[in-house]
Nanobody, 122 residues
């Protein structure tokens, strides 16, 4: 299963960006979809994730500013980021796990997107 992320870019502090990530392949079902981020010198950290039943989890630092959502028909997850701060600057990676079709059976997958850079300027 491949994930294609888009939507990163340069934004002023206080501005907004919307990230998108679409999963493709022989997908039977997707359980969690989510976004992680990694700033230079830091470990990759969870930003937000959403289950197939649309329950959500957020990192405390983004609660109230970021909103994660998904379109199951399109196998796509979104991250609406508002009121961006300098500390939000990072490369953002989308993630998905679930079940995919194999040649003879089904198997689990967990996949990562290629990363999209979010730069916050003054």
């Amino acid at each position: 299963v491949q994930l294609q992320a888009s939507g990163g870019g340069l934004v002023q502090a206080g501005g907004s960006l919307r990230l998108s990530c679409t999963a493709s392949g022989d997908i039977v079902s997707i359980n969690y979809m989510g976004w992680y981020r990694q700033a230079p010198g830091n470990q990759r950290e969870l930003v937000a994730r959403i289950s197939s039943g649309e329950s959500t989890n957020y990192q405390d630092s983004v609660k109230g500013r970021f909103t994660i959502s998904r379109d199951n028909a399109k196998n796509t997850v979104y991250l609406q980021m508002n009121s961006l701060k300098f500390e939000d600057e990072a490369t953002y990676y989308c993630y998905a796990d679930g079940i995919q079709r194999g040649l003879w059976n089904t198997r689990t997958f967990n996949s990562w997107g290629q990363g999209t850079l979010v730069t916050v300027s003054s």
